[in-house]
């Protein structure tokens, strides 16, 4: 078993290098430059990410399928953010459809 005076030394040094990564940002934004196509490449990095955790979360459940009510869910939320629908209504949406195919059964 660990010591608390450990675990909340290994809090603050972690919370210390997320206060560092965080700075750095803007610290170092003016002083480091990169080419287009490197930029235009982590533009497309970021977008690929969400996108694959997005959709890790709505199609699994522990290490099987979520079944069919999350992705519709996730769907339903995702052509109403395309279609700039409010942030709320999208996840009252979203959290409906599910919500509504689960008590049917659908799962």
Known sequence: M?????????????????????????????????PPRAERLM????????????????LTEGHGAAGLARPAGVAVAGVLAWRKAPFLVVVLAAAAVTAVLRLLGVG
């Open 43 to 58: 533009e497309v990095a970021a977008v690929v990410l969400l996108a694959s955790l997005v959709a890790t979360t709505a």
């Open 2 to 34: 660990h010591s608390p005076g450990a675990l909340i030394v290994a809090m603050l040094v972690l919370a210390a290098g997320t206060y560092g990564f965080r700075l750095a940002g803007p610290l170092l934004r003016s002083r480091l430059t990169f």
